[in-house]
């Protein structure tokens, strides 16, 4: 099984057995790990940003044109962020690591 690694707003590394075919953001709630999420993954936010590696970046699929209008709301926004409602966990992923950002932005809040 496949590794995913979740960097949380404490800076502590938890690396969790990511099941193939989850969203990171499902694989972090099914592991007690504070993500908002609050549109459950229908991409109408960007409460489930995450900040991918680096050097991991380039093995995510490209984001679509959907998800970089959200992300573009994201707070602390940076050229590696993605929606992890978006992310699909696949073997080819083993290893992922990500960091929760600092704060979300949740639009859908008045």
């Known amino acids: 099984m496949p ?3 979740f960097i949380d707003r404490a800076g502590t ?3 969790i057995d ?4 989850l969203s990171v953001m499902e694989i972090a709630r099914r592991n007690g790990i504070d993500i908002e999420g609050a549109c459950e993954g ?3 936010c960007s409460t489930c940003h995450v900040i991918v590696d680096p050097e991991d970046y380039d093995r995510l699929s490209e984001p679509t ?3 970089e209008d959200m992300l573009d709301l994201a707070f ?4 590696t962020s993605r929606l992890s409602c ?3 966990m696949t073997e080819e992923l083993d290893g992922l690591t990500v960091t929760l950002p600092a ?3 949740n639009m859908m809040v008045g």
Do not use: C, F, N, Y
């Open 76 to 79: 602390g926004l940076t050229h």
């Open 18 to 21: 990511a099941h193939v075919g």
């Open 65 to 67: 044109e959907d998800e």
């Open 3 to 5: 590794k995913l690694t």
């Open 42 to 44: 229908s991409l109408a």
């Open 86 to 88: 978006q992310v699909i």
């Open 103 to 105: 704060a979300t932005r």
């Open 13 to 15: 590394r938890h690396e």
